[in-house]
């Protein structure tokens, strides 16, 4: 049966800011003093995707989180209306604020951990949320993520949706950013790779020692039990400590992986030729496995997690060609450009290089495909997603005229104690459930 992987792109949400968040991830930190552009990253991200349906992809828009997060705010002791709330916290804690402000959700491949039917026992779709538990501002993420996500995917004949892992580091999970599937093509049978970054049980397994390593095996693990998947189609990889050490928070910032190829750093995995050799053992398809190996001498990790490279998307055309969806700051890295144009005549099935100005997004650590869920799905299953959350000409043109009418083009500290801002990032966030019909999906909506 026919297949499409589509791609759920984040839009981003109309409060992006930086606010130096992540400990670990190296642009979040370095940026923690710039103003944002809330409109330029959303029509950024808009044009990937429209980019992306334009070369005849299944393109999908995942919504953004209603943001701040007046509900945790409130938990935390602030209390009174919601412009009460915000104004007391932010004289008590302006970097709280922010975080209860944070687009992140945008970063959808956070967003949760996908099981296409071809790979589950009982033959559905499985979808698990991350609880991105390492982060104070991202585990506000994964109610409102399960509550989109079965409103995108809302048919219990095709799709399987299971609760978030226990809000605890010894099941830090951070979704399909840790997470690739191989294969000769989406609809078949293929093999899910999860890359955990360290075990919390077994402390005879290796750890970074300076930056968190935010997924853990047993996390891996109990998503391979909900999703009910095929023993064959699972495989557990420990991501090298020492990437992680430098600013390699998640495992696709160093290796990505579409159908029968996977890019990574000499780098990228814990004893790498073991590894690789397992990924090839395990691998199921009759086409070649190419596994494309970036030196070090090449690239360097440093490199790789300024420019990005990694965190390139990896696409199928419907030509059978397979295109790299690179960041501009590739473009810009000398090496790692030269290293592109190498990669694209050698004889590997990687032939096409798009780069996409996403510097909003880039500037808080996330590349093209951090901002991307992929979701294999067959033709059935394909015709029972909820069809506005699918993207055409008219829907495109539709939310750039919202984020136009809504967003704001400069944000800094001193915005967060505004009230006016929940009050139009609510409004945006109505209206926009509208388009995308969703029905309520949002805690503001929920309660009234
Ligand atoms: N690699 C993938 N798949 N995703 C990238 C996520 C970036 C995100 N940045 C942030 O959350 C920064 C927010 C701030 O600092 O304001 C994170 O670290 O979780």
């Not at 989109?148 to 399909?176: C, I, R, V, W």
């Amino acid at each position: 049966m026919k297949s499409v992987e589509v791609n759920f792109d984040g839009l981003v949400g109309p409060t992006h800011n930086y606010a130096g968040l992540s400990y670990g991830n190296v642009a979040s930190l370095n940026n923690a003093a710039s103003y944002s552009n809330p409109k330029e990253a959303v029509l950024q991200g808009l044009a990937k995707m429209k980019a992306m349906h334009d070369l005849g992809l299944t393109q999908g828009v995942f919504a953004p989180h209603a943001r701040p997060d007046i509900n945790v705010l409130r938990r935390l002791g602030f209390t009174g209306t919601a412009e009460q709330v915000i104004s007391k916290a932010f004289k008590a804690d302006p970097v709280l604020v922010r975080a209860c402000y944070s687009a992140s959700s945008m970063w959808t491949a956070n967003a949760g951990t996908v099981s296409p039917s071809a790979d589950t026992l009982d033959g559905k779709v499985h979808f698990t949320a991350a609880n991105l538990n390492n982060k104070f501002h991202r585990s506000l993420e994964p109610q409102t993520t399960t509550r989109l996500l079965k409103a995108m995917f809302n048919n219990d004949d095709y799709f399987s949706h299971h609760t978030h892992l226990p809000d605890q580091g010894f099941f830090g999970d951070e979704g399909a950013a840790n997470h690739t599937r191989l294969g000769d093509e989406h609809g078949e049978q293929g093999l899910e790779l999860f890359v955990y970054g360290a075990s919390a049980f077994n402390s005879a397994l290796p750890k970074p020692s300076k930056f968190p390593a935010r997924q853990t095996l047993e996390a891996s693990q109990a998503i391979c039990r909900l999703h009910q998947l095929k023993p064959s189609s699972q495989l557990m990889i420990q991501q090298n400590p020492d990437v992680i050490d430098q600013g390699v928070f998640h495992n696709d910032v160093i290796a990505v992986g579409n159908a029968n190829v996977l890019l990574c750093h000499q780098q990228a995995f814990l004893n790498q030729s073991h590894a690789l050799q397992q990924i090839k053992n395990a691998y199921m398809g009759n086409k070649t496995l190419h596994i494309i190996e970036v030196p070090t001498a090449k690239v360097s990790v440093q490199d790789a997690v300024t420019s990005y490279l990694f965190n390139s998307q990896l696409v199928s055309l419907k030509n059978g060609k397979m295109l790299l969806v690179a960041p501009h700051e590739c473009k810009n890295n000398q090496a790692v450009n030269s290293y592109i144009e190498e990669m694209i005549m050698a004889d590997n099935p990687v032939d096409q290089v798009q780069f996409f100005d996403l510097k909003q997004s880039m500037q808080n650590g996330g590349g093209p495909a951090c901002l991307r869920l992929r979701v294999a799905l067959n033709q059935p299953e394909l015709a029972a997603v909820n069809p506005a959350v699918i993207l055409n000409d008219s829907k495109y043109q539709q939310l750039c005229d919202w984020a136009n009418k809504h967003y704001r083009d400069k944000l800094s500290n001193d915005d967060f104690a505004d009230p006016n801002l929940l009050i139009e990032s609510y409004n945006a966030l109505d209206e926009l459930t509208q388009h995308l019909e969703l029905g309520a999906v949002y805690p503001f909506q929920l309660e009234g």
